[in-house]
């Protein structure tokens, strides 16, 4: 059985690295495309040389979270979060002034609900479990802990808790010990 540092994530390219560090990596580029993106908004609405403030404080979150410091882990996301509103905004005035005849483009639309979408994406891999542990600099696989012969460590598809299960002697009564959800999920239920 594979280490579960070996894993690779579903459509992702195999790498010599650890695919939750190259997460991490694109999620600190994206952080950094943010901090750029916060200087270019804050620069139109103040005009000042307080369009720094904001942007010193995203690169100090940026810089922080690279280095994977334990507060920056938080504060990406909210970042992320706000540029991601500030995105969607943009996509609403935008998509209002093409319907309405008043201009717009719809390249930039398209971007934009882009550029939102993804950032969603970045933000929502920071509630993972497996996700964290990375971070922290700490794995799902114990080299001390040894799985009995056929079992795997396994994700429940509802609270995404980490088990040892046998997948040969899986059910669909069988229950999650955290969330007392269905192990196995069927796309159609038996009546």
Not at 13 to 23: E, Q, S, Y
Not at 127 to 133: D, E, G, M, R, S
Not at 141 to 163: D, H
């Amino acid at each position: 059985m594979a280490h579960a540092d070996e894993l690779v994530l579903a459509g992702s390219r195999p790498a010599p690295t650890n695919p939750i560090d190259g997460l991490h990596t694109r999620t600190s580029t994206v952080l950094l495309v943010d901090s750029i993106v916060l200087f270019i908004l804050a620069n139109t609405v103040f005009i000042t040389i307080a369009a720094l403030v904001p942007t010193f404080f995203g690169l100090i979150i940026w810089n922080s979270y690279k280095a994977k410091a334990e507060w920056a882990y938080w504060f990406a996301p909210m970042l992320i979060g706000f540029v991601s509103f500030c995105f969607a905004v943009i996509l609403f005035f935008n998509i209002y002034w093409i319907l309405s005849g008043d201009g717009g483009s719809w390249l930039i639309t398209i971007l934009v609900a882009w550029a939102t979408i993804s950032g969603v994406r970045f933000i929502r891999i920071h509630f993972h479990p497996v996700y964290k542990l990375g971070y922290s600099g700490n794995s799902i696989y114990n080299n001390e802990f040894q799985l009995p012969e056929n079992e795997m460590l396994a994700a429940c598809p509802t609270c995404l808790a980490v088990l040892a299960v046998n997948p040969m002697l899986l059910s669909k009564e069988d229950r999650c010990p955290e969330c007392d959800n269905k192990l196995v999920l069927s796309s159609i239920e038996e009546e």
